[in-house]
Structure formats: C-alpha cells, structure tokens
C-alpha cells in the first residue's frame, strides 16, 4: 500500500478521502483511501457482488458476469463485462477476490477486445481501520496501471483522467453506511 503522510493520515481520521494520481500521456496511476463506518466483512460482499455495481457504482451502467467460480485456495474469481460512464464504455475485466486477505483484484481480460483501455490494473484492499471505532474499515483503491486506447479521442481521456478515481469511489462510503445501518 501506499504510504501517506501524516497529513493525509489525518485526513483519513476526520473521515475526508485522500487521492493522489499522477499520470503521461494515455497512461495514469494512483489510489484513494478513506474510512468508512462499516465492517469489512459488508464492504467485501458489496465488492464481491459484480452483477449488482450498476446499482451500487454510478458510473457503471451495465454489468454482466460470464463466469463465476472459486479456485480449491478459496480465491473467488469471476469474468465480467461492463458498459462504463455516459459513454456506456466496453470493458472487460477479471476479478480475484481473497476475503481472508481483503483484496479484490482487477484487470483486463485478455481474451477480450480492448477498444477503450490497453492496460488496467488494480484493487481494492479492506481492513479493519487502525485508527477507527469498531465496525469500521479503511477501504483503499489503488489504480496500478491505467492505459487509453490510442482510438479514445484526447478529450475523453482528459475527461476521464479529471474523474476516474473520484467516481469510482464516491458511492463507497454512503454506500456501506447504509447497508450496514440496515443489517443492524
């Protein structure tokens, strides 16, 4: 994981998300972090649902999973395609998940056509929060690699580069807190 600075580690104690990203050309990286008021254990459900993201993630429109099993370690792993953004996007993508380890990978299928993006990796790692009261998680999104296709015209990467990280993590946190209030 990263490391944050004691700035951004106070952040995350009043309950605000830290970002970074950097990125070249058609290619970025980065992370968000953030706690939120829910145990681990809901968060890696929610995670682990990929057919349900449409109702969870705004900026996915569309999920369909092709294939769903668990390896004899226990690793969950599923193939899924998503429609993405306003743009109803294509993308194809792997999922690992490791709920003893918190992780839940994600890159591109390699069986699939990449229109929009060439290269994507990453996860989402939980853990109970350090920091925190009891049933709640520090929930991390770290972008390992994200690479444009070269037919995605500039201004929807430059569009994209602004907003990724921060619509692919705003539903976490109220997302979580109200499932979990409801499972109480």
Not at 74 to 80: H, N, R
Not at 120 to 133: I, K, L, T
Not at 159 to 180: D, I, Q, S
Request: proline share 6%; hydrophobic share 35%.
């Amino acid at each position: 994981l990263p490391t944050l600075s004691s700035e951004e580690l106070d952040q995350v104690r009043r309950g605000e998300q830290v970002q970074r990203q950097e990125r070249v050309g058609p290619t970025g990286w980065g992370f968000v972090v953030m706690d939120v008021g829910a145990p681990s254990e809901v968060i890696m459900s929610c995670l682990e649902a990929f057919k349900d993201y449409p109702e969870m993630i705004p900026v996915v429109r569309r999920a369909n999973v092709t294939s769903q099993g668990t390896t004899s370690t226990g690793l969950v792993t599923a193939k899924c395609d998503y429609r993405i953004s306003k743009f109803f996007l294509p993308v194809s993508v792997e999922h690992s998940l490791d709920r003893s380890a918190g992780t839940v990978r994600f890159d591109l299928d390699e069986n699939k056509s990449r229109l929009v993006l060439q290269e994507a990796s990453g996860y989402w790692f939980v853990e109970q929060s350090p920091d925190g009261p009891p049933n709640t998680s520090r929930v991390w999104l770290c972008v390992q690699s994200l690479r444009a296709s070269a037919l995605v015209p500039w201004s929807i990467v430059d569009y994209a580069a602004e907003r990724a990280l921060r619509r692919a993590t705003c539903w976490l946190k109220p997302v979580m807190e109200e499932r979990w209030k409801k499972e109480q």
